[in-house]
């Protein structure tokens, strides 16, 4: 309990930093909103107008305290672009990434946890080598490529799934997994491939280890030794890539949405970005870095429940 | 006497790496009778784990390349039995206990799940009645608080107590072999003492058979019934426990003998370095020619290096105690 309350304390000043981060970053990258709202013909009175309207004459300090004020009170701020306020935007892309996250990681999980297990059991046999060269082919194909290759074959070809876009859950079942399919296979792959590897090297590392010979020596059937026995001695490093992986999917899958023209937080950033609209991108990036340190303590306390040793 | 409990007969085994293959067991032979406890001594790499390892099936098939001979339990070979007979008998009617206790319990699996596990799975008991056996087996073993303890994990628990909780899990399904590998070389003297004294009472509470495997001539000496000695993955002598000691006849058993400390010189008497062994052993590599223990034997004349010595009874009076030796048994005979 002391732990989970000093883990949570620990979040503000990690948030604080991003915080300087992000906005310097932004401010002293190239670029100026106000000449990208204005259009090409407006004259530099006229920008020069925007730019106060919006606050960006003020000085960096001041501009800096406001904006977290604002979020001292819950305000993430408007939006320079459209003028809808930051936390609605993201709010309204959030449901598509946090699926394609979700299903994303569930399919590399499905696949990845036997392939591994199976490899570290028949190590230096073929069935091992196999998975080995099938984990480098699908870590080296970039995820543009097996995505435009999947909706060539499936959709244009074959027609039996959707190009692009996104359905929501509530629109109804079917055409909701029919859009996420190729999405979620084509960003997949990488994470299965990972998954996979650190599976196999994990579980190798624990077959070797005297219970392992200890269990053996019970008499203990194979299906229990490796899922009971080795699976969660290994559990720790496995986890911990899982997490990993869903933080960075949820910091949004920006190749994968642009690919399916899904309107999830990675297409907000990359579109945020190009218009140089700040306070998004400053909410994009505090909300992602919450969702890294929450999933980060979550594995934390994950670790507890695989390996009794591990106390806090 | 009626056919031993366990019998090893003539068991060759090798391992094959990028140096070559190693020769690991040459040709060894035992028995374990019900009820026994059989000592197999010798210094590190002799084999002596490996036999064990290979009673049980528990060698990795590769790098183990060769395997011939017989293991024959109640008179049924092992090397022939399927991987499914194998599971049935592991743990159930032949148990091993290990060397390390630290790194041979599942450090996140509760003491209680890993002896419940082996009821389960060969008595299939109820889980409820796996665990309640689990209590009375860590009673047993003498584990203060069993009630509370079976719900603990291995890191919870000293050294000693993991060893008494292996033992547990090895005698939970009442086998009627035991094979202990060094179960008390990682232990400190004390503990090491009441390892012993707790393996014999159960072995005649239970009677459970046991084999033995030490390089400690001390532990061999109080619980031993017999002795086999091995150097180089061969046997090169084999005698009742008391006999052994007093007639030492293979030059690398007095070896041994001598290398231990004594208790019963007199304090005031100088005490100078303790004799050893000269020599280290030999790579297993390549086809014997000859003892293996020449190069390392004083009494090594020119047939000790050409010939493989038989293994024969040291004197026609007692044909249990054998050597394979060609100067102290085949020239005692001689004459």
């Not at chain 1, 990972?194 to 624990?206: G, N």
């Not at chain 2, 024969?312 to 009076?317: E, F, L, R």
Request: charged residues 20%; contains cysteine; proline residues 6%.
């Amino acid at each position: 309990m002391y732990f989970l309350i000093k883990r949570i304390a620990a979040v503000i000043p990690v948030l604080a930093v991003v915080a300087v981060i992000v906005f310097l970053l932004l401010r002293l990258s190239p670029g100026d909103p106000a000449v990208i709202i204005a259009g090409d013909s407006a004259s530099a009175q006229d920008i020069e107008a925007i730019r106060r309207s919006l606050g960006l004459d003020q000085p960096l300090l001041g501009q800096f305290f406001e904006w977290i004020w604002q979020l001292l009170h819950g305000d993430f701020g408007v939006s320079i672009f459209t003028g809808m306020p930051v936390l609605k935007l993201i709010m309204q892309r959030v449901e598509p990434t946090l699926w394609l996250a979700a299903l994303t990681m569930a399919f590399a999980i499905v696949f990845a946890l036997p392939m591994g297990i199976w490899a570290a059991w028949k190590a230096d046999t073929w069935v091992d080598r196999l998975v080995t060269a099938l984990s480098v082919i699908a870590f080296s194909l970039p995820v543009f490529l097996i995505g435009y290759a999947l909706v060539y074959g499936f959709s244009t070809r074959l027609g039996w799934l959707p190009v692009q876009g996104f359905k929501s859950l509530a629109d109804g079942a079917l055409p909701f997994i029919r859009h996420l399919i190729l999405p979620v296979v084509s960003g997949g792959l990488i994470y299965t491939a990972l998954l996979a590897r650190m599976t196999r090297a994990t579980m190798l590392d624990v077959l070797g280890e005297d219970y392992i010979r200890t269990a053996r020596a019970k008499g203990i059937l194979l299906p229990r030794l490796l899922l009971r026995h080795a699976l969660k001695n290994a559990a720790v490093p496995i986890v911990t890539t899982i997490g990993l992986g869903i933080a960075m999917l949820l910091g949004g899958v920006m190749v994968t949405e642009s690919v399916f023209a899904i309107p999830g937080i990675g297409r907000l950033t990359v579109d945020s970005i190009l218009r140089r609209d700040y306070p998004v991108i400053q909410g994009i990036v505090l909300v992602t870095s919450l969702a890294y340190v929450a999933i980060n303590l979550v594995i934390d306390l994950l670790y507890g429940l695989f390996d009794p040793r591990i106390r806090y | 006497m009626s056919t031993p409990l366990l019998e090893v007969t003539d068991l060759h085994l090798a391992f094959a790496s990028r140096e070559g293959v190693t020769r690991a067991l040459e040709g060894v032979s035992w028995q374990l009778n019900a009820g026994e406890m059989l000592g197999i001594v010798g210094e590190s790499g002799c084999g002596k784990s490996v036999t064990a390892m290979a009673v049980l099936r528990l060698l990795p098939a590769p790098p183990t390349t060769h395997i011939s001979g017989a293991i024959r339990f109640r008179g049924e070979n092992l090397l022939q039995a399927s991987e499914a007979r194998l599971q049935e008998i592991r743990g159930n009617e032949i148990s091993m206990i290990f060397q390390d206790p630290m790194t041979s319990v599942n450090p996140v699996l509760t003491i209680g799940e890993q002896i419940a596990e082996v009821l389960m799975l060969h008595q299939k008991l109820a889980r409820r009645a796996a665990w309640a056996r689990a209590v009375e087996l860590l009673d047993l073993v003498n584990i203060p608080d069993p009630q509370r303890r079976v719900h603990e994990y291995p890191h919870q628990f000293s050294g000693g107590m993991r060893q008494r909780a292996m033992i547990a899990i090895a005698l939970a399904c009442k086998p009627d072999v035991l094979i202990a590998d060094e179960p008390t070389t990682a232990l400190d003297v004390t503990i090491q003492a009441q390892i012993m004294e707790l393996l014999d009472r159960l072995r005649r509470e239970t009677g459970t058979a046991i084999v033995l495997i030490t390089h400690d001539l001390g532990v061999v000496a109080e619980s031993c019934d017999r002795v086999v000695v091995m150097y180089a993955g061969a046997k090169v002598e084999e005698a009742a426990t008391n006999e052994l000691f007093a007639r030492p006849s293979h030059p690398y058993t007095r070896g041994l003998l001598d290398a231990m400390p004594r208790l019963d010189t007199p304090l005031t008497e100088p005490r100078g370095r303790l004799p050893e062994i000269p020599g280290m052993v030999p790579s297993l590599r390549g086809a014997a020619v000859g003892c293996r223990f020449a190069p390392r034997c004083a009494l090594a004349i020119d047939r000790c290096r050409s010939e493989v010595p038989p293994f024969a009874p040291i004197d026609g009076a007692n044909p249990t105690h054998r050597a394979a030796c060609w100067r102290t048994v085949c020239e005692a005979i001689a004459e």
